[in-house]
């Protein structure tokens, strides 16, 4: 049984072989069906129309869940290492909401948790190069974490500043009730969103909100110059090829 | 006859000699004059006012099309491949609108694939220089192309998650009446855009959409720096002299 | 007379001499207020509180300029050049108006032509370093003029086939009245300004839009490559001095 | 006595010893808390129901932020030196308002003021590498300083031209109440923060504005391009190891 338990194994948690890439190529279909489906359930006039077929669906998909879950528990060495792991909870906490959802009324919502079963798509990408993109991407983020932290750090003074600023100056009869609404508009602005709902209605006010959105413009260059400046470096840095007439490794 | 046919050819379907080039730019006019009719025909006054004019521009446009797209056939070596070709596929379905209109009301706004002859425009450019620099922009998005696939994938997967989100804190009251609608609000906040036809109501929402938000700030920086470095690198894998010390191509 | 000639035109026109400079800050602080006042006589209530005040500052600052005008001309050896120059043709626009809305009514809104004798700023900033910064980033903008024309070009074409589609998708029904109306608010979205005054309504439309707003945050990322990677490089060509090991001037 | 000062002194002035960072960050905890007490008394509801218990905690910080301020006046060296410091004015006016609030209504809402204080966060990371994350960063916008002031001015004359235009063009109907509400709107647009507040009605303005938008999309780049060529060059300068063969710093 032994040999059935280990192909068992590298067919579920493995996506090397051409059938655990089958497998989790199948999988994530159901995953983004049952994605799908809580979204379509969210839809007023669908959930009214097709509330049964909805209803079956979302047994189906629950079944093969747990199916596959229980599974994974057999099938794994270290069971309690799986079951507590990151991708152990999100399996559990993406069919536990069904069951709940028959005592409890309500409590079907948090069956959205699924979603982020989609991020198991990494797992079949591990084996393209796209991994690779990935990694470089995260590690121009990671590597520029403490300028991009200085930066957020300072952004949230900013903005504490400027939301205050706007609460005196426009006050609550032009929607900014309070300072953390106030705030609520700073960055609503400085991030150039703008949605509208609040906006300056005095000259001073919007005298002001031209001075911030000037300096967001400026600022906006920030992250992406930080970001810029970490993804053109590190290939550099990878560079390991001295040159033999000065010993020197970093050329440039 | 197969002189005259070499020439018009030469004539048509390149744009190498003065005669071909004048033949593509007298085209462009055209077309762009059949794009700019389709547009002012939208316009509900001008239709009114100047229903007569259009519909004689618009049958005068469709015969000079008809007629190139004939000749076109006609000279050609190998008239099918040209026929399933791109730019014939478009050419056919540029004219063929206006003919079913004739029987089928309501088909004439079809017309408007017109528009895709505009990109016959890069024939003409082709001779020039612009196309170097279209060309190393297509290059350095094309080297890009992972990154950014990873980098979307990531943010359709944030974008689901915070619609979710947003649709169980905000509520159907507040404008999220469906999932699908908390999506659409996430990308409008991500990507900056804030229309502001769907904005937060509630603090905690408000809270969540600050967030949002200046995570969008951050995310931004990623694509542009993705692409800025793909610009800036290029440049240097085109050199290929080797430094005679240290035969080392990539000397930085 | 020679000399005193010789001595305002040093003060008038040129900006090397202490008293030449000081003429041209004064200028540009009479340019300022004159934009002020257009400023500020736009604004309603001034408009009928001050309608006195406002006039009198008018003429003086009118009287100003028509004054160094006659001035110019008689100081400078070619009248006729400096007359259809374009400051001086700038500098005749920005009085005119004035004396024209003696007589005709309406016309004097035209006065504002006088905010392009702002220019004038950079003549005094000539003698400074911010000239090099500006200078600087002209050629950085200069060089990438056809990164830039490729991409403008492409971003019409996309901003003429989304809004007519979206005038298709959406209707007049839901603030797509024309397909210049589509494709200005393609142009809203795409930029990331998203107004709010016209946003689809339809789920489709919502589809589309949002398809196009992450299409958007791709493609801002382009002119930002172009313009970065163009102030980056210049640097590296100006760098005239050759490695005497490999004689080769760009050593990266 | 001197030694139990300068013991104080080390503890309140600096942040290098184990206690002196735990008085900063006990502070600092304290100010987090004195501005969420500001933000939260501007809420309406807070404000009705906890009235009292605001005011008593008010008190408290004040009262801590008052012995604090006379302590740091007792230790120092020169306390004129302090007293007139960046942070001692701050330090001053963070307690100030609650005392003047006393005899005068309404000058209470100064107390905001205090949100200053916060900026010692940087007094505590100035331990951490985080500084030089921050210094960095300041770096490099302080080096483009002149290329920044530049674009600045520029985008100011750019704003007025176009807020100018537009108000002849859309005039007071539409929104555009004045000039300056017309340059208000230029810089919400030009900066794609796009409210939405005021936008063009008119066939003619929708033009402008769209030209208005693509021309922000092209100068956005401007100011990401200064800083990211600052971010990425420094690091070259730094580099002062010259390359024995060809005794020149900058290899590259």
């Keep these: ?11 579920i948690f493995e996506a090397d072989t051409p059938t655990g890439k089958l497998f989790d190529v199948v999988l994530l279909f159901v995953i983004l069906l049952s994605v799908a489906l809580v ?3 969210s839809v007023p006039f669908i959930r009214q129309d097709y509330r049964t077929h909805l209803h079956i669906l979302e047994w189906i998909i629950t079944g093969i869940f747990t199916a596959e879950y229980f599974l994974r528990i057999l099938i794994v060495r270290k069971p309690f290492q799986y079951i507590f792991s990151f991708y152990g909870i999100i399996d559990f906490l993406s069919v536990i909401p069904t069951y709940i959802g028959l005592f409890l009324v309500g409590s079907h ?4 948790i699924r979603i982020l079963r989609m991020l198991r798509i990494f797992r079949i ?12 991407l995260v590690r121009a983020l990671w590597a520029s974490r403490e300028k991009i932290s200085v930066f957020i750090f300072f952004v949230i003074v900013l903005v ?3 939301g205050t600023v706007m609460y005196l100056i426009e006050g609550e009869a032009n929607g900014f009730t309070s300072i953390p609404r106030g705030i609520y508009w700073a960055i609503v602005t400085l991030t150039t969103v ?3 709902d609040i906006s300056p209605q005095t000259s001073l006010g919007q005298f002001m909100a031209s001075i911030v959105m000037i300096m967001g413009y400026a600022i906006i260059a920030v992250p992406t110059g930080i970001v810029t400046a970490e993804i053109i470096n590190p290939s550099r840095r990878d560079n390991t090829q001295v040159c033999p007439q000065c010993l020197w490794h970093h050329h440039d």
Excluded at 125 to 135: H, I, V
């Design 1 to 11: 049984m032994s040999r059935t338990r280990q192909k068992l194994y590298e067919i």
């Design 39 to 41: 979204m379509l359930e």
């Design 109 to 112: 919502s948090l069956v959205v």
């Design 125 to 136: 990408l591990k084996l393209s190069r796209y991994t690779q993109a990935g990694r470089s």
């Design 160 to 162: 504490i500043v400027i």
């Design 194 to 196: 703008g949605y509208g």
